[in-house]
Nanobody, 128 residues
Framework: QVQLVESGGALVQAGGSLRLSCAAS????????MGWFRQAPGKERELVAA????????YYADSVKGRFTISRDNAKNTVNLQMNTLKPEDTAVYYC?????????????????????WGQGTQVTVSS
């Protein structure tokens, strides 16, 4: 069982910045593509950003492009999400997820059901 633990969620004012971190267990972390999802009340869970096994390829949702940056450190088994210029609509529970079958795919996975392991989530609240 792969365990993912998110941290860094907080209450922040609009325009502020926040950095989320996800720590993974095990020694196979570098074989997984990783993603950050978020889910707001009454909304579908959506992919915010994803990163390939080596970090060479990234994906960003249009709503966060230019404001958020995903990164990974395979030596430390961590994935980070730097969030800048936060907006109230960024308020959600943010989840870290791992796709262990990314090597079979031509592109980074977008749908939640393509990811195999999930963290417990961390709350991000952006006040206006």
């Amino acid at each position: 069982q792969v365990q993912l633990v998110e941290s860094g969620g907080a209450l922040v004012q609009a325009g502020g910045s926040l950095r989320l971190s996800c720590a993974a267990s095990g020694h196979t972390f570098s074989t997984y593509a990783m993603g950050w999802f978020r889910q707001a009340p009454g909304k579908e869970r959506e992919l915010v950003a994803a990163i390939s096994r080596t970090g060479g390829t990234t994906y960003y949702a249009d709503s966060v492009k230019g404001r958020f940056t995903i990164s990974r450190d395979n030596a430390k088994n961590t994935v980070n999400l730097q969030m800048n210029t936060l907006k109230p609509e960024d308020t959600a529970v943010y989840y870290c997820a791992a796709d262990r079958r990314s090597w079979r795919k031509a592109a980074l996975a977008i749908a939640p059901d393509e990811y195999d392991y999930w963290g417990q989530g961390t709350q991000v609240t952006v006040s206006s």
